[in-house]
T-cell receptor, first 109, second 116 residues
Framework: GQNIDQPTEMTATEGAIVQINCTYQ??????LFWYQQHAGEAPTFLSYNVLDGLEEKGRFSSFLSRSKGYSYLLLKELQMKDSASYLC??????????WGAGTKLIIKP | GAVVSQHPSWVICKSGTSVKIECRSL??????MFWYRQFPKQSLMLMATSNEGSKATYEQGVEKDKFLINHASLTLSTLTVTSAHPEDSSFYICSARGTEQQETQYFGPGTRLLVL
């Protein structure tokens, strides 16, 4: 079966760095997406990785290792507004997005 | 990023009525649109995938006669919840993707449905 695993909840301090991990087992791979979802709102696109390595975009970076079925989202200089759920999703061989359950990130002052 | 709108953002209706939700891609042509449902504190659940000009593909367990999807143009898809019941109360979110299968999906702001 297809499976995406990510921690249910994480807590971090304002100004710090946090890494949210995602491991996956899917039938085929056509890229991995990270989305941010604030409570009561729809997800917004953060990043897309299809090749191994690190993609940096401002305070957010996303890393992918296809051989390990592993990705992480790195958030630097955390701000209170970063409190949200972070969703990992993998596009399988049929170009369907397989969604993780999301990681709720709580930022404390 | 691309912009997707959804209307209405909030619906409260009586049990037994039908509700139509519109999803529009504002600045790109969406060959494929997706409809999701999300219950509180749960992950997104894909309901159906619709391609412009063809019938929608429904996920297992989703009743196609209850959730009618129409994707008549490259910028508009509609989801109609027929004879809504309280258990249909949820957050319905559409997303749209351009002409290439590997493109990013962009989400609409969602529609919160409450059936009394």
């Amino acid at each position: 079966g297809q499976n995406i695993d990510q921690p249910t909840e994480m807590t971090a301090t304002e100004g710090a760095i946090v890494q949210i991990n995602c491991t996956y087992q899917t039938s085929g791979f056509n890229g991995l997406f990270w989305y941010q979802q604030h409570a009561g709102e729809a997800p917004t696109f953060l990043s897309y990785n299809v090749l191994d390595g690190l993609e940096e975009k401002g305070r957010f970076s996303s890393f992918l290792s296809r051989s390990k079925g592993y990705s992480y989202l790195l958030l630097k200089e955390l701000q209170m507004k970063d409190s949200a759920s972070y969703l990992c999703a993998v596009m399988d061989s049929n170009y369907q997005l397989i969604w993780g359950a999301g990681t709720k990130l709580i930022i404390k002052p | 990023g691309a912009v997707v709108s959804q209307h209405p953002s909030w619906v409260i209706c009586k049990s037994g009525t039908s509700v139509k939700i519109e999803c529009r891609s504002l600045d790109f042509q969406a060959t494929t649109m997706f409809w999701y449902r999300q219950f509180p504190k749960q992950s997104l659940m894909l309901m159906a995938t619709s391609n412009e000009g063809s019938k929608a593909t429904y996920e297992q367990g989703v009743e196609k006669d209850k959730f009618l999807i129409n994707h008549a143009s490259l910028t508009l898809s509609t989801l109609t919840v027929t004879s809504a019941h309280p258990e249909d109360s949820s957050f319905y979110i559409c997303s749209a993707r351009g002409t290439e299968q590997q493109e990013t999906q962009y989400f609409g702001p969602g529609t919160r449905l409450l059936v009394l």
